[in-house]
T-cell receptor, first 115, second 114 residues
Framework: AQSVAQPEDQVNVAEGNPLTVKCTYSVSGNPYLFWYVQYPNRGLQFLLKYITGDNLVKGSYGFEAEFNKSQTSFHLKKPSALVSDSALYFC?????????????FGTGTQLKVEL | DAGVIQSPRHEVTEMGQEVTLRCKPISGHDYLFWYRQTMMRGLELLIY????????DSGMPEDRFSAKMPNASFSTLKIQPSEPRDSAVYFC????FGLGYGYTFGSGTRLTVV
């Protein structure tokens, strides 16, 4: 079975500082990994994905994520946080063929960026 | 493309009434997913379809819930009878996994059962 862990319910960071939102995964075979963001009263929006290739993936709004196979992690990062980045962030994983072609989501991490 | 379209955006109903939520996926997407989001349980997968066929409904909480996908452009999630504990935001998402993409989510339906 595939699974995702987001160990932090909330992350607080000051505007201008770098941010990291953590994610670890468990899946058989090579994973497809995703990050989504949810703003209040909105659906989830795609941020970035890792399928294959370069371990550092760049996505929307200046976010990036680093795939680390040995640590089974896919942490989301941004060099300089903005107050407008405050939202709920979800990591998700899909197995290469098993898992029924469905994404498994983490429980979400609330990011709060303060002035 | 207009994205995944869900209706209604908000629904308030009385306990015992039937509720029908609707979803129009992105044209060309062959997978459709129904999720429920609550503060207590987070994001739960209820059911998903591939080429209009239900593949996994193990997340449907009980027989009061049913979902259909009569064609590639329309799906419904029905709750009959509704109960206050069904109050949640229900999301529909679609995908074309042939391209290795994730999901595109709709804006959700906020259901309140009183």
């Amino acid at each position: 079975a595939q699974s995702v862990a987001q160990p932090e319910d909330q992350v607080n960071v000051a505007e201008g500082n770098p941010l990291t939102v953590k994610c670890t995964y468990s899946v058989s075979g090579n994973p497809y990994l995703f990050w989504y963001v949810q703003y209040p009263n909105r659906g989830l929006q795609f941020l970035l994905k890792y399928i294959t290739g370069d371990n550092l993936v760049k996505g929307s709004y200046g976010f990036e994520a680093e795939f680390n196979k040995s640590q089974t992690s896919f942490h989301l990062k941004k060099p300089s946080a903005l107050v407008s980045d405050s939202a709920l962030y979800f990591c998700a994983v899909r197995g290469p063929g098993g898992g029924g072609n469905k994404l498994t989501f983490g429980t979400g991490t609330q990011l709060k960026v303060e002035l | 493309d207009a994205g995944v379209i869900q209706s209604p955006r908000h629904e308030v109903t009385e306990m015992g009434q039937e509720v029908t939520l609707r979803c129009k996926p992105i044209s060309g997407h062959d997978y459709l997913f129904w999720y429920r989001q609550t503060m207590m349980r987070g994001l739960e997968l209820l059911i998903y379809f591939n080429n209009n066929v239900p593949i996994d409904d193990s997340g449907m909480p009980e027989d009061r819930f049913s979902a259909k996908m009569p064609n590639a452009s329309f799906s419904t999630l029905k709750i009959q009878p509704s109960e206050p504990r069904d109050s949640a935001v229900y999301f529909c998402a679609s995908s074309n996994f042939g391209l290795g993409y994730g999901y595109t989510f709709g804006s959700g339906t906020r259901l309140t059962v009183v």
